[in-house]
């Protein structure tokens, strides 16, 4: 049976704006759970049950449930809902809101681009002067990806340059120059340990701020712990909020937005402005600092016995965060954000769910494209080891930093190979910087519950199992994914309408 003939199968049956009712939680999900079980209405006061219903009573004896994948290429509206909560869970750290105070706005911000270094040459696409009047829609011309006077070749016998003016979807981008060449190992480790670079890059740019206190005369704060003692604890603390993005070439770089605040002595929880005597180009300064300090160095690997260096690329770009009209706002920084939490690998080509011994063997090829040697790496250098303890000396000027070596080290390779190495979430932030996701579930689900009058004051308990994934036919989902859309129109409607409203009535 069509698509078409199943969808008019559908709605030619006596409860069918029931059915269109009962999938409304899930009306535009790819690939909703459904779930079967028992639903029972209690009292929340005295416990008593006051209903119970069996999922073999609903319509298509399952409950639907969004799936929340926050993958775009997954599921473009639960991605949706995913970058509306990442609007605001940016957003909320910049101006305030939602039990963030309003004095954040008033806080030194800098929005920080942290970059991979070079693993060997790549095509891309540079403009050395844009014409354009905006760049979201950039029409300018290319410059040569790599012109080169003496145009000769890498020892493999590939040529080394490169002169071709690249479009924006050129299937090239990002990919190397000669394979042979590339650093395909390094990548994929340098992809797996970037979150411990991170990690001990902020602790330097609080290391800095809190030096640059101590000269400047500021003194620490005495604070009292949960436990009843008193601490002293540096004046300024560090709240960033952070999006992984990966790049064509199959490297991540990260966008952080941090924040300067202060330390309240009678509480520790509280998000106060920072010492007059700290700006933001204090802030500017630490983080280039931090940046060009920083060198994470990895265990020992049998295929690398001094372990690799994991730093931060020669670009680093700081810029300024204004709340008022201007290049660089708060809300051009929260969308631009928002929209990159819902991205994942599939800018680089591939996308796949995690891999198995079984399924390895498709997408990994030492011999094959850049994504295959990626994710050869990651497999091949994720087998169990056992290395040995050993410690850097510092003989370049940097502060070297040795993991601690453990069985095992490099096994999380394997489990993230399908993630080209990197596996840390792609949207992170620090305790204080702002309302975590859970908060804003948390009372988009307590909104529901108090849509329906009837249900007002009490409590569902569910006790389900899972049972499937996705529609039973594609007919039911072109019914509910277009109910869907035009709900989401009727709401975008009578927003406008409202706001039309509300305008007039200033206006007059």
């Given at each position: 049976?069509?698509?078409?003939?199943?969808?008019?199968?559908?709605?030619?049956?006596?409860?069918?704006?029931?059915?269109?009712?009962?999938?409304?939680?899930?009306?535009?999900?790819?690939?909703?759970?459904?779930?079967?079980?028992?639903?029972?209405?209690?009292?929340?006061?005295?416990?008593?049950?006051?209903?119970?219903?069996?999922?073999?009573?609903?319509?298509?004896?399952?409950?639907?449930?969004?799936?929340?994948?926050?993958?775009?290429?997954?599921?473009?509206?639960?991605?949706?809902?995913?970058?509306?909560?990442?609007?605001?869970?940016?957003?909320?750290?910049?101006?305030?809101?939602?039990?963030?105070?309003?004095?954040?706005?008033?806080?030194?911000?800098?929005?920080?681009t942290f970059t991979a270094p070079s693993f060997g040459p790549?095509?891309?696409?540079?403009?050395?002067?844009?014409?354009?009047?905006?760049?979201?829609?950039?029409?300018?011309?290319?410059?040569?990806?790599?012109?080169?006077?003496?145009?000769?070749?890498?020892?493999?016998?590939?040529?080394?340059?490169?002169?071709?003016?690249?479009?924006?979807?050129?299937?090239?981008?990002?990919?190397?120059?000669?394979?042979?060449?590339?650093?395909?190992?390094?990548?994929?480790?340098?992809?797996?340990?970037?979150?411990?670079?991170?990690?001990?890059?902020?602790?330097?740019?609080?290391?800095?701020?809190?030096?640059?206190?101590?000269?400047?005369?500021?003194?620490?704060?005495?604070?009292?712990?949960?436990?009843?003692?008193?601490?002293?604890?540096?004046?300024?603390?560090?709240?960033?909020?952070?999006?992984?993005?990966?790049?064509?070439?199959?490297?991540?770089?990260?966008?952080?937005?941090?924040?300067?605040?202060?330390?309240?002595?009678h509480d520790r929880r509280a998000v106060v402005p920072p010492?007059?005597?700290?700006?933001?180009?204090?802030?500017?300064?630490?983080?280039?600092?931090?940046?060009?300090?920083?060198?994470?160095?990895?265990?020992?690997?049998?295929?690398?016995?001094?372990?690799?260096?994991?730093?931060?690329?020669?670009?680093?770009?700081?810029?300024?965060?204004?709340?008022?009209?201007?290049?660089?706002?708060?809300?051009?920084?929260?969308?631009?954000?928002?929209?990159?939490?819902?991205?994942?690998?599939?800018?680089?080509?591939?996308?796949?769910?995690?891999?198995?011994?079984?399924t390895v063997d498709a997408y990994a090829d030492p011999e094959?494209?850049?994504?295959?040697?990626?994710?050869?790496?990651?497999?091949?250098?994720?087998?169990?080891?056992?290395?040995?303890?050993?410690?850097?000396?510092?003989?370049?000027?940097?502060?070297?930093?040795?993991?601690?070596?453990?069985?095992?080290?490099?096994?999380?390779?394997?489990?993230?190979?399908?993630?080209?190495?990197?596996?840390?979430?792609?949207?992170?932030?620090?305790?204080?910087?702002?309302?975590?996701?859970?908060?804003?579930?948390?009372?988009?689900?307590?909104?529901?519950?108090?849509?329906?009058?009837?249900?007002?004051?009490?409590?569902?308990?569910?006790?389900?199992?899972?049972?499937?994934?996705?529609?039973?036919?594609?007919?039911?989902?072109?019914?509910?994914?277009?109910?869907?859309?035009?709900?989401?129109?009727?709401?975008?409607?009578?927003?406008?309408?409202?706001?039309?409203?509300?305008?007039?009535?200033?206006?007059?």
């Open positions: 049976m069509s698509r078409d003939a199943q969808a008019l199968h559908r709605a030619a049956t006596p409860d069918f704006f029931g059915w269109l009712e009962h999938t409304r939680a899930a009306g535009a999900c790819t690939r909703p759970i459904r779930l079967t079980g028992t639903l029972t209405t209690v009292e929340p006061d005295t416990g008593r049950l006051l209903a119970e219903q069996h999922t073999d009573e609903l319509p298509d004896r399952t409950l639907y449930k969004a799936c929340a994948n926050r993958r775009a290429a997954q599921c473009p509206d639960c991605a949706w809902v995913y970058a509306g909560d990442a609007f605001q869970v940016v957003r909320c750290g910049l101006t305030g809101g939602k039990t963030i105070p309003a004095t954040v706005s008033a806080h030194p911000v800098v929005f920080a790549v095509h891309h696409r540079h403009i050395p002067r844009h014409t354009c009047a905006g760049r979201r829609r950039c029409d300018c011309r290319p410059a040569p990806c790599r012109a080169r006077s003496i145009a000769g070749t890498c020892p493999h016998g590939r040529p080394a340059a490169c002169f071709t003016r690249h479009d924006a979807d050129d299937p090239q981008l990002g990919r190397p120059l000669c394979l042979d060449c590339y650093d395909h190992d390094h990548q994929a480790v340098w992809n797996y340990f970037s979150g411990e670079l991170w990690r001990r890059t902020k602790q330097a740019i609080e290391r800095h701020l809190t030096a640059l206190c101590r000269r400047r005369g500021i003194p620490h704060v005495q604070v009292v712990t949960d436990s009843g003692r008193v601490r002293r604890v540096p004046p300024v603390r560090v709240s960033h909020g952070k999006v992984a993005e990966m790049q064509r070439r199959g490297a991540v770089h990260f966008h952080v937005l941090l924040r300067l605040d202060g330390v309240d002595p010492p007059a005597g700290v700006t933001v180009d204090d802030l500017d300064a630490a983080v280039h600092a931090a940046a060009r300090q920083i060198t994470v160095t990895t265990p020992p690997h049998p295929d690398r016995p001094h372990g690799w260096p994991i730093a931060w690329g020669e670009q680093i770009d700081v810029r300024r965060i204004g709340t008022s009209d201007g290049d660089v706002t708060d809300a051009k920084v929260a969308a631009y954000l928002a929209k990159y939490a819902t991205k994942s690998t599939e800018v680089t080509g591939h996308c796949s769910i995690r891999l198995t011994p079984d094959g494209d850049h994504l295959a040697r990626l994710i050869d790496a990651c497999w091949r250098l994720g087998r169990p080891t056992h290395a040995p303890n050993s410690s850097t000396a510092d003989t370049t000027g940097k502060r070297q930093a040795v993991l601690d070596t453990a069985p095992n080290e490099y096994a999380g390779l394997r489990r993230w190979a399908h993630m080209l190495g990197y596996g840390g979430h792609f949207l992170t932030k620090a305790r204080r910087y702002s309302v975590t996701f859970g908060q804003l579930r948390n009372t988009r689900a307590a909104y529901r519950r108090t849509e329906h009058t009837d249900t007002a004051g009490t409590v569902t308990v569910g006790t389900l199992a899972f049972v499937g994934s996705g529609w039973l036919t594609e007919g039911d989902a072109l019914l509910a994914n277009t109910a869907a859309a035009q709900r989401r129109e009727r709401h975008r409607i009578g927003r406008e309408e409202l706001a039309h409203e509300a305008w007039s009535g200033v206006a007059a």
